[in-house]
């Protein structure tokens, strides 16, 4: 299949629908997954059910980035979606907020099993209407949802923003190297923390014990290496690598593959390496076959649509945000 790319901030700033205002109404609940609790909130445009009233209306279910992540943060991404008129359900990861368990002993696949059981307990709903359903990945979530999606014919459409092309190893790889290269590592010292880096997908996939890494990031603490790199500060414990080791041995490629629904990517054309992930996308797509698939590159943003180097004060672009709801409207027929 040809899947349509666009590199040019023009092609992002198509007007939202005006089937909704902003207005909502929130439904708080928990839903139980295993072994844990997750409360979620599922937000309904209240100008949508005025118009329609006892009509039920398509939903997106956003699953969050990395690390500790609540509904709150998700805010920006379902403002967009509630303004098309479209519901949007947002969740507090295990262990954060007022979810119970923890992320931190959590898999890829755990993540998915809880996607999975979200996603039926929203087409179990009064509310919602079951065949106009799509999910949105959040940066880590771009792995989760193609997963969540994969094997299912009742998923409306599928967001990524932005990733989930190329794998997790390279993603940390290319993190770890520009961490290097920020802090000035060079020489022997850049060598001694290339073998780290590889040390610790070793022991993530299972290959090396703990002390290896442990050892070499003592060996370079008189020359300041282990801290510029910065696996010190994410190295997971034995007990906890089994939930781990995904990051090391995870291929996205199969699973979006598997897609036969409208799929759009958003990346940001600052964000790691663009040019990779598009390629990756590109390759995994082959096969899609729906003419609405797109793959959207937006120059002026990083991470998740932020600008410039603002990912940790969470300014986005807010064109861009506006444009993938109004895709996903039009898929839904709004």
Request: aromatic share 6%; net charge neutral.
């Amino acid at each position: 299949m040809n899947i349509a790319i666009t590199l040019a901030l023009a092609a992002t700033t198509a007007a939202a629908s005006n089937a909704g205002t902003g207005d909502v109404s929130v439904v708080e609940a928990r839903v139980a997954v295993r072994g844990a609790e997750l409360a979620v909130s599922l937000a309904l445009p209240i100008a949508l059910s005025t118009t329609n009233p006892g009509q039920p209306v398509p939903v997106v279910l956003i699953l969050p980035g990395s690390g500790p992540a609540t509904r709150a943060e998700s805010r920006s991404f379902a403002e967009p979606f509630l303004k098309a008129g479209i519901a949007v359900l947002t969740i507090d990861k295990r262990g954060c907020g007022a979810s119970s368990g923890s992320w931190l002993t959590s898999s890829l696949e755990d993540m998915a099993a809880d996607g999975r059981v979200l996603l039926d307990w929203l087409k179990a709903r009064a509310e919602v209407d079951g065949a106009r359903v799509g999910l949105v990945g959040v940066s880590q979530g771009g792995w989760v949802a193609p997963l969540v999606a994969a094997g299912r014919s009742d998923v409306a459409f599928l967001i990524t923003l932005t990733g989930g092309g190329i794998s997790p190893r390279a993603t940390e790889t290319f993190d770890y190297e520009r961490n290097l290269q920020r802090g000035g590592v060079s020489g022997p010292a850049l060598l001694a923390a290339r073998k780290t880096i590889g040390a610790y997908f070793d022991f993530l996939s299972g290959k090396a014990p703990r002390s290896e890494i442990v050892a070499l990031l003592d060996s370079g603490k008189d020359q300041g290496w282990p801290e510029a790199l910065g696996i010190n500060r994410v190295l997971p414990s034995d007990s906890q690598r089994p939930a781990w080791s995904w990051v090391a041995t995870f291929d996205p490629g199969p699973s979006i593959s598997s897609l036969r629904i409208p799929v759009l990517t958003l990346i940001g054309g600052r964000d790691r390496d663009p040019a990779a992930e598009v390629g990756a996308w590109q390759a995994a797509l082959l096969e899609n076959g729906d003419p609405r698939t797109e793959i959207r590159v937006v120059p002026s943003v990083g991470h998740v649509l932020t600008l410039g180097e603002s990912h940790m004060r969470r300014d986005f672009n807010n064109q861009a945000l506006a444009a993938m709801a109004s895709w996903a409207a039009a898929i839904v027929r709004l």
